[in-house]
């Protein structure tokens, strides 16, 4: 069974910086794409930034503000939040597109996300 858990999340005011950080475990073949999803309140869950295969993407909303670490050993994904403004407010949900087995042509899992508050 695959599990991706978070942490990091939390309140924080205007200007001010997050790091969360995200460890998938279980029966793991190999990780195409791990990334960090945000659903505002009222809002569909969007995209914030991922790697896959090396190549890093983000929304355009977080260029320049927010980084994403990939430990491929480790399995683990960090985004490092900067300059928070208060639309950056939601649940972050770690994603990772994986094979768990040889038979598995790739599959998505989401972790249970956490809350990232930005106070104006």
């Known amino acids: 069974q695959v599990q991706l858990v978070e942490s990091g999340g939390g309140l924080v005011q205007t200007g001010g910086s997050l790091r969360l950080s995200c460890t998938a475990s279980?029966?793991?073949?190999?990780?195409?794409?791990l990334g960090w999803y945000r659903q505002a309140p009222g809002s569909q869950r969007a995209l914030v930034a991922s790697?896959?295969?090396?190549?890093?993407d983000y929304a355009d909303s977080v260029k320049g503000r927010f980084t994403i670490f990939r430990d491929t050993a480790k399995k683990t994904v960090d985004l490092q939040m900067g300059s928070l403004k208060p639309e950056d407010t939601g649940v972050y949900y770690c994603?990772?597109?994986?094979?768990?087995?040889?038979?598995?042509?790739?599959?998505?899992?989401w972790g249970s996300g956490t809350l990232v508050t930005v106070s104006s």
């Open positions: 994603y990772a597109n994986l094979r768990a087995s040889k038979v598995d042509g790739g599959t998505d899992y």
């Open positions: 790697v896959t295969n090396g190549y890093t």
């Open positions: 279980g029966s793991i073949l190999s990780i195409k794409t």
